[in-house]
């Protein structure tokens, strides 16, 4: 975390000193995040949010997306679907959406299936592989994405296949990041149990028998 003395924050924020020091008066859990130096209260640059009304609103905006996804993990653990509850408490290492530029349902699921049958031919015997997808259309009803969780047990492969799926996807969007079960993406990317029950899921993986995952692929 970076920090700066409460004059050099004061000119960025555009407020005086006093202003600053009434703030953390007032918001002693905040304050807690500041620190002494010699004889200077250094302050973290990321609290400017708190003075810029535009990055307020984006803060806002992920604190409401994590605890949407939040309240879709309680959902769905309470659904009593062993599924989900196996998946989630497997480990994982990466969150990726993709948004493809062909506007079709079915594109989207055959491209990530395609993705994961490259990557098993070409690094599966040096790494224990697995994935879950799941394709739907957007809240606005026009255009589809997918959401992939993915596992790449082998840390030295990691950065070498997410390349590889940077470059296979070269012309869609995409966003990729580290997993956090905390987070609870996969019951997001699962969103309810209907959904798990369509076309556009599926999941994958090169060691499914010793994870005990045979039984529900066959099933499902």
């Not at 304050?31 to 990321?46: A, M």
């Not at 062993?82 to 062909?102: D, E, G, S, V």
């Not at 594109?107 to 997808?133: S, V």
């Not at 070269?170 to 990041?177: A, G, L, S, Y």
Request: charged share 35%; aromatic share 14%; hydrophobic share 30%.
């Amino acid at each position: 975390m970076n920090y700066e003395k409460v004059n050099d924050f004061a000119k960025r924020v555009g407020v005086n000193r006093r202003t600053i020091f009434r703030f953390y008066s007032d918001n002693p859990e905040l304050k807690k995040e500041t620190k002494i130096k010699g004889r200077f209260r250094l302050v973290p640059i990321k609290h400017k949010r708190f003075w810029n009304v535009d990055e307020l609103f984006e803060s806002n905006k992920e604190l409401n997306e994590d605890n949407r996804m939040m309240s879709n993990l309680i959902r769905a653990l309470q659904t009593g679907n062993i599924l989900i509850r196996k998946l989630w408490f497997l480990k994982w290492t990466h969150i990726i959406t993709i948004c493809p530029r062909i506007n079709s349902l079915d594109y989207c699921t055959d491209r990530i299936t395609q993705f994961y049958g490259e990557i098993n031919k070409k690094y599966g015997d040096k790494t224990k592989l697995r994935i879950f997808y799941n394709s739907e259309k957007f809240s606005s009803g026009i255009g589809y994405h997918t959401h992939v969780v993915l596992n790449i047990e082998n840390k030295k492969l990691q950065p070498i296949i997410i390349k590889y799926l940077e470059r296979y996807f070269k012309d869609d969007r995409i966003e990729i990041d580290d997993y956090d079960y905390k987070k609870g993406f996969l019951p997001y990317s699962i969103k309810n149990e209907k959904d798990i029950n369509t076309t556009s899921w599926g999941f994958d993986g090169n060691n499914l028998k010793n994870e005990k995952l045979t039984d529900e692929s066959k099933s499902n």
